[in-house]
Each structure stands twice: as structure tokens, then as C-alpha cells.
């Protein structure tokens, strides 16, 4: 007993300097660990003031910016181009892929567009093009500064990121002030997620529409807010599987789907839901827009469910008679079928009278329009109206204005 008694404290003690070793081992492994961790990250960004970028805001970055990208994209396992807190003045620049790993674009800082109006070349600012694994995030910011550019009538103004042919990315974070034109393009690009960005513009300027999408599928775009001149979103032929949740839009024209059937063989527009949105002195809520005399497609498969407007002007709207020289084209002969359109739960205020208005083609009526609790009242006073031209379908719930289906 004495002798294991005697023994017992050198065992602990020992058990105790051991403890101590294999945690100091341990603290030393872990600290080895958080070093290489911070190297091997600080290896795949590239900053672009390392690449001869000037913080100023006056002296031209592009070629910085370029060459940044061009390490991130050509480093095996990825890379990503870090714009640091500072102004950067930027020209037009597209920035290729294929890269070899995922890239990113950090934007912690403000891009500058050059202020004269005349400066960009085949109508882009920011282009991204053929990019697999892509993000663009940070709390920066680009700035069009479209002041002078928005006065010059022409539809070649440049949009401020324009993504062509991306296949998984991810924009999240980042603010777009005053584009020239479009605040984002999004053409032939496939599961592409817009996550908290914010679009600003004043409420006259023109075309600067927040993200338009064109032939593009698999698009979210959640919990961001748009206040801008043109339209919030829209959505061009070759939209498909689109889903927008949590948007604020005013002001701004809505969310609009077309104008469709400008020109032959456009692709359907299908499969489209904007949800839990709330839309706030807008021209428009949630639009659905074809030329007057126009070729054939299809818009089908479109759910509009628990939007709240305030103070819109048409809430509801269907206009197929979309039309520039309307003398000409005073008859809706559009030959885009609009098909399976669902409204539910749209509820708030109309700035005019017509809350509900489904102007649909004479050749082609909207057929399986699906209205079920609307809830909308005239802010000017007396009732409501719905207007249904060309229109088959069925209306659920409550009804206000009154259905005309
Ligand atoms: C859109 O939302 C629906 C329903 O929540 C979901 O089934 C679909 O996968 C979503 N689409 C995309 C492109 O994420
Ligand atoms: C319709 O909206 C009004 C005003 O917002 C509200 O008082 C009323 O309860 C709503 N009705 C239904 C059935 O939701």
C-alpha cells in the first residue's frame, strides 16, 4: 500500500508534465497550422495594387486588374483578385476564362467607370466571359457614374458587369451605383445566385435596369434590394428556371418578362417564380410584355406569389401591345402565347384605377391565367379595376378588384 501510495504522486506528476508537453505540442501544431493556412491563402489572392493599381480614383487601373486576373486564373487550384479599400479607375475590360481552378473577384473598394460618356468599346464596362466557378463578393462597390452617358440616346451604352457564358457563381455582398445602361447582364450563363447586392440609380435615369437575363437557367436572386429608373429585373428570351425571393424593388419599372417577340426564333421564356417580394412606388409590379405585331415563342410556367405592392402603378400587368410607332399597331396581333401564369397572394396598394390588366393577343389569348387571394385597393379613392382582354382562365379567394376572368 505505502509503496503504491509513494508511487502514486510521480505517476501523476508525470502524467502531468506529459499533459503539459503534448498540449504545448499541440498549441505549436495548431499555430504551425493557422501560419500555413494565412500563406497558402495570402498565395491565391492577388492584389491588384501589387500589379501597379492606383488607389487615387484618377489614374487608370485596368491593366492592373487585368494582369491580376490573369495570375488567378492561370494558378492551379484557383485564385482570388482582391481590389483592396481605395478608388480604382477602370476602362473597359473583359475578364476570361477559362481559368484553371474556381476564381474569385473580391471588391472591398470602389471601381470607377470613366466619366466620359464616349469611352467604352462593343457596349460593355466589366465583362466576364466564360468563367466555370466564379464568385464576386466583398463590401465594395462599382460605380458607373452614367450622369453624362444618360443623356446620350443610344441603346450602345455599356453595362456595368456584364457575365457571358458562366457556369456556377455566386455575386454576393457587393452595391452597384449609377450604371450607364444595365446594372448587370446576365447572357448564356447557368446556375447563377445574386445573394444581398444592391442596385442604386435615380429614379430617371434610363435603361439602368438591375440585372437583366437573357438564355440564361438556374438563376436565384435573393434577399436584394433595387432601386433604379428601368426595370428592377428583367427577363429576356431564353429565361428559364428563374427564381426570385426577398427582393425590394422602387423605385424602378417592376419586375418585367420581355419585351418578347422583337425578333425571329427567340427562345420560350418558362419557369419562372418571384416570391415574398415587396415592390414600393414602381410603374409596375410584375409585368409580362410582348410586341404588338411580333414573332412566335412561348411564356409559360410564371408564379407571382406573396408580392406586396404599395403605391404601383399597374400591379398586375399583361401588355401585349407593346408597341413604338402604335399607329401602325393599334390591334394586338402578338404571336407570343402566354401560358400558365399563377397570381397568389398579391396584396397592397394601385396608384390607378386598373390594378389588374391582362391586355393579351387577339391570335394567341393568355390561356391558364390563375388568380387566387388578391387583395388590392385604389390609393386614389373609389374601387378598383380589372381589365381582361383576351383572357381564359379561373380566379380562387378573395377577389379585389373584382376578377374580370
Ligand atoms: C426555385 O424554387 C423552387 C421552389 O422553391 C425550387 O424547386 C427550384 O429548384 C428553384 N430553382 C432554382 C433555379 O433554384
Ligand atoms: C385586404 O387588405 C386590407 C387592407 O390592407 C385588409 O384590411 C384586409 O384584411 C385584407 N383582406 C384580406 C381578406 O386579406
Known amino acids: 500500500m505505502k509503496k503504491s501510495r509513494g508511487q502514486k504522486p510521480g505517476i501523476v506528476e508525470e502524467e502531468r508534465k506529459m499533459g503539459l508537453n503534448s498540449s504545448h505540442i499541440e498549441c505549436l501544431v495548431l499555430i504551425a497550422i493557422l501560419l500555413c493556412i494565412t500563406k497558402c491563402y495570402a498565395q491565391n489572392v492577388f492584389n491588384i495594387m501589387q500589379f501597379g493599381a492606383s488607389n487615387d480614383g484618377r489614374t487608370d487601373s485596368t491593366q492592373a486588374l487585368s494582369k491580376a486576373w490573369r495570375q488567378a486564373c492561370w494558378r492551379d487550384g484557383g485564385g482570388v483578385v482582391l481590389v483592396p479599400d481605395g478608388r480604382f479607375l477602370i476602362f473597359s475590360l473583359v475578364l476570361k476564362g477559362p481559368c484553371k481552378g474556381s476564381i474569385g473577384l473580391r471588391i472591398n473598394g470602389q471601381l470607377l467607370a470613366p466619366i466620359d460618356p464616349n469611352f467604352a468599346i462593343a457596349q460593355i464596362w466589366l465583362s466576364i466571359y466564360e468563367?466555370?466557378?466564379?464568385?464576386?463578393?466583398?463590401?465594395?462597390?462599382?460605380?458607373?457614374?452614367?450622369?453624362?452617358?444618360?443623356?446620350?440616346?443610344?441603346?450602345?451604352?455599356?453595362?456595368?458587369?456584364?457575365?457571358?457564358k458562366i457556369n456556377h457563381a455566386r455575386i454576393t455582398g457587393i452595391t452597384s451605383y449609377n450604371s450607364k445602361f444595365f446594372h448587370f447582364g446576365v447572357h448564356g450563363c447557368s446556375d447563377v445566385t445574386f445573394d444581398h447586392i444592391r442596385v442604386m440609380a435615380p429614379r430617371d435615369s434610363p435603361n439602368t435596369d438591375g440585372i437583366h437575363i437573357s438564355k440564361s437557367s438556374g438563376i436565384n436572386i435573393v434577399?436584394?434590394?433595387?432601386?433604379?429608373?428601368?426595370?428592377?429585373?428583367s427577363l429576356g428570351p431564353g429565361s428559364r428556371f428563374i427564381n426570385i425571393t426577398n427582393i425590394h424593388c422602387g423605385p424602378g419599372h417592376g419586375i418585367s418578362?420581355?419585351?418578347?417577340?422583337?425578333?425571329?426564333?427567340?427562345?420560350?421564356?418558362?419557369?419562372?417564380?418571384?416570391?415574398?417580394?415587396?415592390?414600393?412606388?414602381?410603374?409596375?409590379?410584375?409585368?409580362?410584355?410582348?410586341?404588338?405585331?411580333s414573332h412566335p415563342s412561348f411564356v409559360t410556367k410564371i408564379v407571382f406569389l406573396n408580392l406586396e405592392m404599395k403605391d404601383v402603378r399597374n400591379p398586375m400587368i399583361i401588355d401585349q401591345?407593346?408597341?413604338?410607332?402604335?399607329?401602325?399597331?393599334?390591334?394586338s396581333t402578338s404571336r407570343v402565347q402566354i401560358r400558365d401564369v399563377r397570381y397568389e397572394g398579391i396584396r397592397g396598394t394601385s396608384a390607378t384605377q386598373a390594378a389588374v390588366n391582362f391586355e393579351c393577343s387577339q391570335v394567341f389569348p393568355c390561356e391558364g391565367i390563375v388568380l387566387q387571394d388578391i387583395n388590392l385597393s385604389f390609393n386614389g379613392g373609389g374601387q378598383p379595376t380589372s381589365i381582361c382582354h383576351n383572357v381564359k382562365g379561373s380566379a380562387f379567394g378573395k377577389q379585389l378588384p373584382s376578377s374580370c376572368l
Open 223 to 233: 434577399h436584394s434590394r433595387f432601386d433604379t429608373g428601368d426595370d428592377c429585373i
Open 131 to 164: 468563367v466555370d466557378n466564379l464568385f464576386v463578393d466583398g463590401y465594395g462597390s462599382f460605380d458607373g457614374r452614367g450622369f453624362l452617358a444618360w443623356s446620350i440616346k443610344t441603346f450602345n451604352r455599356p453595362i456595368s458587369m456584364k457575365l457571358t
Open 257 to 293: 418578362i420581355g419585351s418578347l417577340g422583337k425578333y425571329p426564333n427567340e427562345e420560350d421564356v418558362s419557369d419562372v417564380l418571384v416570391r415574398d417580394s415587396t415592390f414600393v412606388g414602381t410603374d409596375n409590379g410584375v409585368r409580362i410584355k410582348t410586341w404588338s405585331s
Open 321 to 331: 401591345k407593346y408597341c413604338l410607332d402604335c399607329s401602325r399597331d393599334k390591334m
